[in-house]
C-alpha cells in the first residue's frame, strides 16, 4: 500500500473509487468538503467542518488569506489561481444553489469567505444581542 493511500482511513476508501488516488481526491472540483451544506442558519457548524477540510487538504491559507496572492506577473500566479479557484468551487459546492449563485462572482476563495461570513456569521449572536438588550433595560 503507498504512503498517500495510508492517509484514508477505512471508512473512507470504501466511498473512493478504487482507481483514485488522494492526489486526485484533492483536484476534483465537483467534490463537496463536507456533509454540512450551507444554509442561511448554519454558519458556524458549516465553517467548522469546511475549516477542518480544508485544514485536511493543506489549503486552509486560502481561506484564510495566510497563503497571498502573487503578483500577476509572478511564475507562480498560475499555480496559486488554479489552487484557489479549486478552493472557491469546493465552498461553492458545500452551499446550496440559491447561496452559491449569489457568491459565486467574487474573485479569490478569501473574498468568498470573508462575504459569507460577514452576512451569516453574525446571525449566531442573536441570542447575545438579546442578553445585552435586556441587561442595559435592566439598568
Known sequence: MSEDNLLISEAESSLVPSSMNVHEMDVNPNQRLSSIVLNEFNFLPWSRAVSLALGGRS???FRNGSIEVPD???PNYESWLSKDQLVMLWLLNSMERKLAEIFSYLESSYQLWEAV??????QNNAARVFQLKKDISDL
Open 59 to 61: 489549503k486552509l491559507g
Open 72 to 74: 500577476d506577473s509572478s
Open 117 to 122: 461570513k460577514e452576512i451569516y456569521g453574525s
